[in-house]
């Protein structure tokens, strides 16, 4: 395996600007999942593509979006970013139906002043 | 909603001994998967071992193995022969089986920190 490749490692944005975090995975990863972790916390459920669409989300607010392409990459976007969105973001993937757990990248510190 | 406890946030084991880090989870499903993350410095997750719930025979990796008590909803995790690389955080994390229309999440605890001592 490749692996999963995220970008950019470290952020830094304004609270009320918006962001877009990019994850690149490897062919034949149709299913990608995006996790917030806090400082500390255990990551929890943004949302998870399959096949370039929405399947399922967590309890986080609509201005967390987000995009699969074609070519096994994604997007996190997040709007109107508060001070609570610092944090660890980790991208998954992996082939829907495996069984044996999704692989991660080494995540996007983004923190918002 | 499924949930995971880990009521451990720091363990400490000497170099070459065993240690064991716990967890509960609560869920209402029969079939799942059960897995252990471990999170070091570097930020990334890596698949420690993994479980079916299915299966009875507890899963090993090595010096890594569980004890799978589905009726009591517990997994903890046996590390043998402890390194200095061992030290890191350690998830346990829950996830769904794979339906059509619905994601196949995990749901992790909020984390053990293994300090690996000389």
């Known amino acids: 395996e490749t692996g999963v490749t995220q970008s950019p490692t470290h952020l830094i944005k304004t609270r009320g600007q918006q962001v877009t975090l990019r994850c690149s995975s490897q062919s034949g990863h149709n299913t990608v999942s995006w996790y917030q972790q806090a400082l500390g916390q255990g990551p929890q459920f943004i949302f998870q593509y399959y096949r370039e669409e929405e399947n399922g989300r967590g309890n986080f607010p609509p201005r967390f979006s987000g995009l699969q392409f074609p070519n096994y990459s994604s997007e996190l976007n997040v709007n109107a970013l508060e001070l609570d969105d610092s944090a660890l973001y980790l991208c998954?993937?992996?082939?829907?139906?495996?069984?044996?757990?999704?692989?991660f990248g080494s995540g996007t510190r983004l923190t918002v002043v | 909603a499924q949930t995971v406890t880990q009521s451990q946030p720091e363990m400490s084991v000497q170099e070459a001994e065993t240690v064991t880090l716990s967890c509960t989870y609560d869920?209402?499903?029969?079939?799942?998967?059960l897995f252990w993350y471990k999170q070091p410095p570097s930020r990334q997750m890596i698949l420690v071992i993994r479980?079916?719930?299915?299966?009875?025979q507890n899963a090993t990796e090595n010096r890594f193995s569980v004890n799978f008590q589905k009726a009591a909803k517990s997994f903890s995790l046996k590390i043998s022969d402890s390194q200095l690389g061992d030290a890191a955080m350690y998830f346990c994390?829950?996830?769904?089986?794979?339906?059509?229309?619905?994601?196949?999440?995990?749901?992790f605890g909020t984390g053990t920190r293994l300090q690996v001592t000389l």
């Open positions: 994390a829950y996830r769904n089986t794979f339906n059509t229309g619905t994601a196949s999440k995990l749901t």
């Open positions: 479980q079916e719930a299915y299966k009875q």
């Open positions: 869920t209402s499903e029969s079939d799942y998967y």
């Open positions: 998954a993937s992996g082939p829907w139906g495996r069984r044996f757990g999704y692989t």
